[in-house]
């Protein structure tokens, strides 16, 4: 058994010209170009997809290689899976191939083998090369062009493959960083055989998912969820990025920001203990890209407001003029094909490789003094109901229950909302739910209200543009009903939310 330990990228064909160039430029202690064809397979219920185990025969040069992958994983876009290599003499699959301790316990492997059937192949040119890196350790570089094919259907494949062979796994993110300086690659989040088996479902892509809070067992120390807290925000990052790179939608890119926004309030909410120092980079390169994002804000209320030729503006004699002149701010805003550059750039893909490369090396941890080292061995319960409680306090001096607010006070807090609300997913699973569920909901249905509010700002913007006295007087008086309403809900929400109990002891 090899345990393979690889980073894969996505490119574009156009991509290895850019790649041959940094190549020449390495110590190449090995190259070869072949065709390999590859055929997976499965159980009509994919029983082994049930498992996490793929399977598949692989030729080449007129040799059999018949390779089993079992349950692994990925974490922070580094792959890391259990594999068995066995020779044979054709493409029929031989389960007997393998050791008994391969397979899970209880898995039926004779009853396996008489119902394997062919599900989809992959077919593709690999370009290889072992490169010696600086440290001594050894990397084997792969590029693949070609198609995976299920159904009569295909689908194109232009990969980057990094596999660690000898020594350290910092090397795989050392040749990365270097591959990825002129753009071109995105770091992938899904295999060859992930995509065989979508092709042969006829699946559509994944859906958007909200962020969910991160599982504990309650039994984890305080740096244990700090770690599960990142890994789990950067998965729901490279999940959504996926689906926009797929289908360009733009409820994906929300929730990477929602991501950014779950790995940046886990460096402040852990920072008691994990100096700033330790993050100084990371943390300018993610406000880097949460600017690159702020865009989506404004796309959302121009959406709103835009819906149906502009129905929310029915009332107003300026609708029309005031629909082109939403279009025109529309317009301006960042389109797909600008989104797809950012996620294949340079700075991006950079930002990514650090995020990880830091999280699996721990690299806060040479800052560390002996204080900080046993809080963070410390049982996390207690630590949660101290930031949790340091939350609270901090909602209650901004929205203090005696305090009139109006509509700029309640723009201005979102941001803190925003913060405080997160910091609560990485312990949400250390409470009981329901109770968890009933303290937040006036302050998730305070954050909309805040939202519905901003969705006016673009109008507030147009008013003094708009040239006739009495179709601006006319919109004035709209805004104002509109946001006297919304602040007068969101103030009964805040009094609500102000007077429940915490969940927290």
Same mark, same amino acid.
């Given at each position: 058994?090899?345990?393979?330990?690889?980073?894969?990228?996505?490119?574009?064909?156009?991509?290895?010209? *850019?790649?041959?160039?940094?190549?020449?430029?390495?110590?190449?202690?090995?190259?070869?170009?072949?065709?390999?064809?590859?055929?997976?397979?499965?159980?009509?219920?994919?029983?082994?997809?049930?498992?996490?185990?793929?399977?598949?025969? =692989?030729?080449?040069?007129?040799?059999?290689? *018949?390779?089993?992958?079992?349950?692994?994983?990925?974490?922070?876009?580094?792959?890391?899976?259990?594999?068995?290599?066995?020779?044979?003499?054709?493409?029929?699959?031989?389960?007997?191939?393998?050791?008994?301790?391969?397979?899970?316990?209880?898995?039926?492997?004779?009853?396996?083998?008489?119902?394997? !059937?062919?599900?989809?192949?992959?077919?593709?040119?690999?370009?290889?090369?072992?490169?010696?890196?600086?440290?001594?350790?050894?990397?084997?570089?792969?590029?693949? *062009?070609?198609?995976?094919?299920?159904?009569?259907?295909?689908?194109?494949?232009?990969?980057?493959?990094?596999?660690?062979?000898?020594?350290?796994?910092?090397?795989?993110?050392?040749?990365?960083?270097?591959?990825?300086?002129?753009?071109?690659?995105?770091?992938?989040?899904?295999?060859?055989?992930? =995509?065989?088996?979508?092709?042969?479902?006829?699946?559509?892509?994944?859906?958007?998912?909200?962020?969910?809070?991160?599982?504990?067992?309650?039994?984890?120390?305080?740096?244990?969820?700090?770690?599960?807290?990142?890994?789990?925000?950067?998965?729901?990052?490279?999940?959504?990025?996926?689906?926009?790179?797929?289908?360009?939608?733009? !409820?994906?890119?929300?929730?990477?920001?929602?991501?950014?926004?779950?790995?940046?309030?886990?460096?402040?909410?852990?920072?008691?203990?994990?100096?700033?120092?330790?993050?100084?980079?990371? =943390?300018?390169?993610?406000?880097?890209?949460?600017?690159?994002?702020?865009?989506?804000?404004?796309?959302?209320?121009?959406?709103?407001?835009?819906?149906?030729?502009?129905?929310?503006?029915?009332?107003?004699?300026?609708?029309?003029?005031?629909?082109?002149?939403?279009?025109?701010?529309?317009?301006?805003?960042?389109?797909?094909?600008?989104?797809?550059?950012?996620?294949?750039?340079?700075?991006?893909?950079?930002?990514?490789?650090?995020?990880?490369?830091?999280?699996?090396?721990?690299?806060?941890?040479?800052?560390?003094?002996?204080?900080?080292?046993?809080?963070?061995?410390?049982?996390?319960?207690?630590?949660?109901?101290?930031?949790?409680?340091?939350?609270?306090?901090?909602?209650?001096?901004?929205?203090?229950?005696?305090?009139?607010?109006?509509?700029?006070?309640?723009?201005?807090?979102?941001?803190?909302?925003?913060?405080?609300?997160?910091?609560?997913?990485?312990?949400?699973?250390?409470?009981?739910?329901?109770?968890?569920?009933?303290?937040?909901?006036?302050?998730?249905?305070?954050? *909309?209200?805040?939202?519905?509010?901003?969705?006016?700002?673009?109008?507030?913007?147009?008013?003094?543009?708009?040239?006739?006295?009495?179709?601006?007087?006319?919109?004035?008086?709209?805004?104002?009903?509109?946001?006297?309403?919304?602040?007068?809900?969101?103030?009964?929400?805040?009094?609500?939310?102000?007077?429940?109990?915490?969940?927290?002891?």
């Amino acid at each position: 058994m090899e345990t393979e330990i690889e980073l894969k990228f996505f490119v574009s064909p156009e991509f290895s010209s *850019q790649l041959l160039k940094k190549i020449a430029e390495a110590k190449v202690l090995q190259q070869s170009r072949r065709e390999l064809g590859n055929v997976y397979f499965d159980t009509p219920d994919q029983i082994l997809r049930q498992h996490d185990i793929g399977l598949r025969v =692989r030729r080449f040069d007129d040799v059999f290689v *018949q390779t089993l992958k079992t349950a692994g994983r990925v974490v922070a876009g580094l792959h890391q899976r259990p594999e068995y290599n066995a020779e044979t003499n054709s493409t029929d699959p031989d389960l007997a191939l393998h050791p008994a301790d391969a397979w899970p316990e209880g898995f039926d492997v004779e009853r396996t083998q008489q119902q394997l !059937a062919p599900l989809f192949s992959t077919d593709f040119v690999r370009q290889q090369w072992l490169v010696a890196m600086p440290d001594g350790s050894q990397v084997e570089l792969a590029f693949d *062009q070609g198609e995976v094919s299920a159904n009569g259907e295909t689908s194109p494949i232009c990969e980057v493959e990094l596999e660690l062979k000898s020594g350290q796994t910092d090397a795989l993110f050392t040749l990365a960083r270097e591959l990825c300086a002129d753009g071109g690659m995105r770091l992938g989040n899904l295999s060859k055989a992930a =995509r065989g088996y979508r092709l042969a479902a006829g699946y559509q892509g994944d859906q958007v998912t909200t962020l969910l809070p991160v599982e504990l067992d309650g039994n984890e120390s305080v740096e244990t969820v700090f770690v599960k807290t990142l890994e789990h925000a950067l998965e729901h990052w490279h999940y959504h990025e996926q689906i926009f790179a797929e289908r360009q939608e733009p !409820a994906a890119l929300v929730q990477v920001q929602q991501a950014l926004g779950l790995i940046r309030q886990t460096l402040v909410t852990f920072g008691g203990m994990i100096p700033r120092r330790a993050s100084a980079l990371l =943390r300018q390169e993610l406000q880097w890209l949460e600017g690159e994002l702020d865009w989506l804000g404004d796309a959302a209320g121009l959406d709103y407001l835009l819906a149906e030729k502009g129905h929310a503006l029915k009332k107003l004699n300026a609708r029309k003029q005031l629909v082109k002149q939403l279009e025109a701010i529309e317009a301006d805003l960042p389109d797909d094909n600008e989104m797809l550059l950012l996620i294949s750039s340079a700075r991006y893909c950079g930002l990514l490789l650090d995020l990880s490369r830091w999280l699996l090396s721990r690299g806060w941890q040479p800052f560390l003094d002996d204080k900080s080292r046993a809080r963070l061995a410390e049982p996390v319960k207690g630590f949660a109901d101290s930031m949790l409680a340091r939350s609270w306090q901090e909602l209650l001096d901004v929205f203090p229950a005696e305090r009139q607010l109006n509509r700029v006070d309640y723009l201005d807090q979102q941001p803190r909302l925003v913060r405080n609300l997160m910091s609560g997913l990485s312990f949400a699973s250390l409470y009981e739910e329901e109770k968890r569920l009933a303290f937040r909901m006036p302050w998730l249905d305070l954050l *909309q209200g805040i939202e519905d509010l901003r969705h006016l700002e673009p109008i507030r913007q147009l008013l003094e543009q708009q040239e006739d006295e009495e179709e601006r007087s006319q919109i004035e008086k709209w805004l104002q009903r509109k946001e006297e309403s919304l602040i007068h809900a969101m103030d009964q929400t805040r009094q609500m939310g102000i007077e429940l109990i915490p969940y927290w002891p």
